[in-house]
C-alpha cells in the first residue's frame, strides 16, 4: 500500500501495482511454468515443445484449454481442488449411532472414547445381528454427531447452570533441554500418613545441576507451596538465573504459588494429567529421598519441626557429598556446579571499567 501511494497519480501505476501483487500472491508456481509451456508451444510447435519439456501432448491441449475457457488470463492455470463433488458418506445403522450417544451420555459414560466404546458396542452388535464399526470409524461418528462431548456443571451466583470447562495452562515444551543451572526447575509434593495424620513433603530440583532442596509441612495449600518456594530462592545457589519452573496440575501449586511466579516474572508449566514422566527428574528425587530417609524417619513426621532438622542434615550429604548417577557417579550436586562454573567463569565476570572513563564495557 505505501508503494501504491507512492506513485499515485502516475500513468500506468495502478495497472501495474495490480500486476505485481497478481503475480506476487495470486499466482502459483506451477500456473507460471504452464504459462511459460504454452508461450513455447505458441512459438516453437508442439514437436518442439513435447522435445522440450517432460509433458504429454493431450496435457498440453488440457492446458490450453483451461487457459481458453478461463478468460484468457493465467490465473486459469492454477492447480484445481481435485476433491470429487460427491463425497461418499458414513451409512450406518441408526441403532448403533443411538447406542454411542447413550454410552456417552451424560448420566452413563460421559466422554467414554472410541477405543473403550468398541468392546461395549461390538457385543450391542452381535446381539442384533449388526455389523460393529472399527475405534477410527467410532470416531468419525463420534465426530459427524457434533463431537458429544459434555461438561460437568456448576450453578452460577446468579442461579444459571454453566460448564465447568478445564483450565488452560502452559504445558512443557517436547524439546525444552535446560542449558545452565536455574534454567528449568521442577516441584512436586509427597504425601505420608502417620498415625492418621496427613503430612506433606515439598520437593524441589534443578533439573540440569540436579540440585534438590525438600520440605515438611502439614498443609496442602498453595500458600505453603509458596512459602517453600521463597525458602528454596534462598537456598539455590542460582536463584537469580531462574526461568521455568514445572509442576503438575496440583492444588498446592496454584493461586499464591502462581501469583509468587507472576511476581517473579517466571515461565510456569504444567505437565499433563496422569503423565509422571514429563516431571521424571523431580520423580525420581521423591524415590531417593523417601528410600534412603523418610522411611527410617516418618515417625517425627508427627513435628515436621523436628522432621524437618533431620532432613537438613540429609540434604546437605545428597547436594555435597552423594555422588549422582547423571554425572556417572563421579560428582554431586554441588561438585558439577563448581566444575561447571570453573568451566564458564567468563561468563560470570564483572563487566569492567574503561580506561577512558566511559561506561562500563564487557570483554
Same mark, same amino acid.
Given at each position: 500500500?505505501?508503494?501504491?501511494?507512492?506513485?499515485?497519480?502516475?500513468?500506468?501505476?495502478?495497472?501495474?501495482?495490480?500486476?505485481?501483487?497478481?503475480?506476487?500472491?495470486?499466482?502459483?508456481?506451477?500456473?507460471?511454468?504452464?504459462?511459460?509451456?504454452?508461450?513455447?508451444?505458441?512459438?516453437?510447435? @508442439?514437436?518442439?515443445?513435447?522435445? !522440450?519439456?517432460? /509433458? =504429454? +501432448?493431450?496435457? &498440453?491441449?488440457?492446458?490450453?484449454? #483451461?487457459?481458453?475457457?478461463?478468460?484468457?488470463?493465467?490465473?486459469? @492455470?492454477?492447480?484445481?481442488?481435485? !476433491?470429487?463433488? /460427491? =463425497? +461418499?458418506?458414513? &451409512?450406518?445403522?441408526?441403532?448403533? #449411532?443411538?447406542?454411542?450417544?447413550?454410552?456417552?451420555?451424560?448420566?452413563?459414560?460421559?466422554?467414554?472414547?472410541?477405543?473403550?466404546?468398541?468392546?461395549?458396542?461390538?457385543?450391542?452388535?452381535?446381539?442384533?445381528?449388526?455389523?460393529?464399526?472399527?475405534?477410527?470409524?467410532?470416531?468419525?461418528?463420534?465426530?459427524?454427531?457434533?463431537?458429544?462431548?459434555?461438561?460437568?456443571?456448576?450453578?452460577?451466583?446468579?442461579?444459571?447452570?454453566?460448564?465447568?470447562?478445564?483450565?488452560?495452562?502452559?504445558?512443557?515444551?517436547?524439546?525444552?533441554?535446560?542449558?545452565?543451572?536455574?534454567?528449568?526447575?521442577?516441584?512436586?509434593?509427597?504425601?505420608?500418613?502417620?498415625?492418621?495424620?496427613?503430612?506433606?513433603?515439598?520437593?524441589?530440583?534443578?533439573?540440569?545441576?540436579?540440585?534438590?532442596?525438600?520440605?515438611?509441612?502439614?498443609?496442602?495449600?498453595?500458600?505453603?507451596?509458596?512459602?517453600?518456594?521463597?525458602?528454596?530462592?534462598?537456598?539455590?545457589?542460582?536463584?537469580?538465573?531462574?526461568?521455568?519452573?514445572?509442576?503438575?496440575?496440583?492444588?498446592?501449586?496454584?493461586?499464591?504459588?502462581?501469583?509468587?511466579?507472576?511476581?517473579?516474572?517466571?515461565?510456569?508449566?504444567?505437565?499433563?494429567?496422569?503423565?509422571?514422566?514429563?516431571?521424571?527428574?523431580?520423580?525420581?528425587?521423591?524415590?531417593?529421598?523417601?528410600?534412603?530417609?523418610?522411611?527410617?524417619?516418618?515417625?517425627?513426621?508427627?513435628?515436621?519441626?523436628?522432621?524437618?532438622?533431620?532432613?537438613?542434615?540429609?540434604?546437605?550429604?545428597?547436594?555435597?557429598?552423594?555422588?549422582?548417577?547423571?554425572?556417572?557417579?563421579?560428582?554431586?550436586?554441588?561438585?558439577?556446579?563448581?566444575?561447571?562454573?570453573?568451566?564458564?567463569?567468563?561468563?560470570?565476570?564483572?563487566?569492567?571499567?574503561?580506561?577512558?572513563?566511559?561506561?562500563?564495557?564487557?570483554?
Amino acid at each position: 500500500m505505501q508503494v501504491k501511494r507512492l506513485f499515485y497519480g502516475v500513468r500506468g501505476s495502478l495497472k501495474l501495482y495490480n500486476d505485481a501483487v497478481k503475480w506476487a500472491y495470486m499466482l502459483t508456481e506451477k500456473a507460471k511454468h504452464k504459462a511459460k509451456v504454452l508461450v513455447f508451444w505458441e512459438k516453437h510447435g @508442439l514437436e518442439a515443445t513435447l522435445d !522440450a519439456y517432460p /509433458v =504429454k +501432448r493431450s496435457t &498440453l491441449f488440457l492446458w490450453k484449454k #483451461q487457459f481458453r475457457e478461463g478468460g484468457m488470463v493465467i490465473e486459469a @492455470l492454477n492447480e484445481r481442488s481435485r !476433491a470429487p463433488r /460427491v =463425497k +461418499r458418506k458414513r &451409512l450406518w445403522s441408526f441403532q448403533i #449411532q443411538q447406542e454411542i450417544r447413550r454410552l456417552r451420555d451424560r448420566d452413563v459414560h460421559p466422554n467414554l472414547g472410541p477405543k473403550k466404546i468398541y468392546p461395549i458396542l461390538k457385543s450391542f452388535c452381535k446381539y442384533h445381528a449388526l455389523q460393529c464399526p472399527e475405534p477410527r470409524t467410532i470416531a468419525n461418528l463420534i465426530k459427524d454427531m457434533g463431537g458429544l462431548r459434555v461438561f460437568p456443571q456448576k450453578i452460577s451466583h446468579f442461579g444459571k447452570i454453566k460448564p465447568i470447562k478445564r483450565q488452560k495452562v502452559l504445558r512443557k515444551p517436547k524439546d525444552l533441554r535446560p542449558d545452565h543451572p536455574g534454567h528449568l526447575v521442577a516441584l512436586d509434593t509427597v504425601e505420608r500418613i502417620v498415625q492418621g495424620r496427613r503430612r506433606y513433603i515439598i520437593t524441589f530440583e534443578d533439573i540440569y545441576s540436579r540440585f534438590s532442596f525438600a520440605w515438611a509441612t502439614t498443609s496442602h495449600a498453595s500458600k505453603a507451596a509458596e512459602e517453600f518456594f521463597e525458602l528454596c530462592l534462598k537456598v539455590f545457589p542460582y536463584s537469580f538465573s531462574l526461568l521455568y519452573v514445572l509442576t503438575d496440575n496440583g492444588s498446592e501449586f496454584k493461586k499464591h504459588f502462581t501469583e509468587k511466579i507472576k511476581e517473579l516474572h517466571l515461565v510456569h508449566y504444567h505437565t499433563y494429567p496422569r503423565t509422571p514422566k514429563m516431571n521424571a527428574h523431580i520423580e525420581r528425587f521423591n524415590r531417593s529421598i523417601q528410600d534412603e530417609f523418610v522411611d527410617y524417619h516418618d515417625y517425627l513426621l508427627v513435628n515436621p519441626d523436628e522432621f524437618n532438622q533431620e532432613l537438613v542434615d540429609y540434604l546437605i550429604f545428597y547436594n555435597i557429598e552423594r555422588v549422582h548417577e547423571a554425572f556417572q557417579n563421579k560428582l554431586s550436586p554441588i561438585q558439577f556446579i563448581i566444575q561447571w562454573q570453573r568451566l564458564n567463569q567468563a561468563i560470570f565476570k564483572m563487566p569492567e571499567k574503561s580506561n577512558l572513563g566511559l561506561h562500563c564495557t564487557f570483554i
